[in-house]
């Protein structure tokens, strides 16, 4: 296990994802029942970006730091909750700055000094349990949840050539113990193929409700470069493809280089 997060805290694909994931989570909590939110690969949950690994690669700098400067309406909701937050929130933070009193987050994260961190960070903090394990078996551990609702942020390092293989394996088994779930699969596109394999995989299993919310920064045309991610979301909450869209666009309008694109796919149907 190599990577760290805290090099890449608050670069451009972080920051698509907790734009999106803000506004599923809000969604969900349109109805009053609780619900349970489950961050499988967690990270440590709080970064500080102005110092250590973050400095050390300056990724944030264009990501995060551009749009905090750009002040888009249409991002409004998540730069008030980044300012709001102080130190830059990961998954975890976001959540449980969202969280009510009724909903829970589990958190899970497998590289033993960044699940310390993680547990220091969120120590005694109500409705949040934080767990030293492998985001994958958690999936089978705590679906389905008593709550009956849950959302399930699968946020993956992709560090190794076969994680979308043992993404898609394990997403089906989670998907086959809990079918009501609303689970959010954050990918890298590097290049098209290892991703329209992904899509095949689920639609070959027949999972209904599934759609693509994309970011290229630019066209995937070199492999060595992440040149954009997407969040895959088995049953999306009512109306988010819509409200996903104009978040996109200004994400485009702020971090896009000649020949970038922003969109929702819809990948099966209802
Ligand atoms: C992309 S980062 C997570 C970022 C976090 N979700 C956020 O948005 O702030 C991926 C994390 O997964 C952890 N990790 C790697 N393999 C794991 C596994 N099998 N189970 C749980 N965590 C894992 C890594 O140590 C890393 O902290």
Not at 107 to 130: I, K, M, W, Y
Request: proline content about 8%.
């Amino acid at each position: 296990m190599n990577y760290r997060h805290a090099f890449h805290a608050g670069n451009f694909a972080d920051c698509v994802k907790h734009a999106l994931f803000i506004q599923l989570l809000r969604a969900m909590q349109r109805k009053d029942k609780p619900l349970l939110v489950l961050d499988t690969h967690a990270g440590i949950g709080r970064y500080d970006l102005s110092s250590g690994p973050a400095e050390k690669t300056g990724e944030w700098r264009e990501g995060i730091s551009k749009i905090l400067a750009a002040r888009d309406p249409a991002l409004a909701d998540y730069t008030a909750l980044i300012e709001q937050l102080g130190l830059y929130p990961g998954s975890p933070a976001i959540a449980t700055a969202l969280l009510r009193p009724t909903d829970r987050l589990v958190a899970c994260e497998l590289h033993p000094e960044d699940a310390a961190a993680l547990r220091r960070n969120f120590q005694g903090t109500p409705g949040v349990a934080v767990h030293e394990r492998d985001g994958y078996e958690a999936l089978r551990a705590f679906l389905p949840p008593p709550e009956k609702r849950g959302l399930i942020l699968i946020d993956p390092p992709f560090e190794r050539p076969d994680e979308f293989a043992t993404l898609a394996k394990n997403l089906l088994t989670a998907y086959a113990k809990f079918k009501t779930g609303v689970y959010v699969v954050w990918y890298p596109i590097k290049h098209r193929a290892p991703v329209r394999a992904f899509f095949e995989t689920l639609q070959l299993a027949n999972v209904r409700d599934v759609i693509a919310a994309e970011f290229l920064r630019r066209p995937a045309l070199d492999p060595a470069r992440l040149n954009g991610c997407g969040l895959l979301v088995i049953n999306p909450p009512y109306g988010f493809a819509e409200t996903a869209l104009p978040v996109l666009h200004a994400l485009e309008s702020i971090l896009g280089e000649p020949g970038s694109t922003a969109g929702v796919e819809r990948i099966t149907d209802e």
